[in-house]
Nanobody, 120 residues
């Protein structure tokens, strides 16, 4: 069994920063792509940023230049550094990972979500 555990959410003022972390544990052979998604109140879940095992990244247009995704493969952990936060960044943020659980078998996993609220 594999678990993704997120941390780092909270309440921050506009213009502030937060750093989210997501650690994968359990029966892991290797991890391919990892990413962060978010679901604002009353809206659908959307991709925020993703990173491949080799370190290539892509971002939603709305966060380019403000958010940075990174990963520590030795710790099976992905991070999201969020700067210059805006009220419209308020959402539940979810970690996602595509994990090889045994030879030839890849499965997708989600974290439980962490609330980020940007408000004065």
């Amino acid at each position: 069994q594999v678990q993704l555990v997120e941390s780092g959410g909270g309440l921050v003022q506009p213009g502030g920063s937060l750093r989210l972390s997501c650690a994968a544990s359990g029966s892991i052979f290797s991890i391919n792509d990892m990413g962060w998604y978010r679901q604002p109140p009353g809206k659908q879940r959307e991709l925020v940023a993703a990173i491949t095992s080799g370190g290539s990244t892509n971002y939603a247009d709305s966060v380019k230049g403000r958010f940075t995704i990174s990963r520590d493969n030795a710790k099976n952990t992905v991070y999201l550094q969020m700067n210059s936060l805006k009220p419209e960044d308020t959402a539940v943020y979810y970690c996602n990972a595509r994990i090889r659980v045994r030879v030839g078998v890849f499965e997708g996993y989600w974290g439980q979500g962490t609330q980020v609220t940007v408000s004065s």
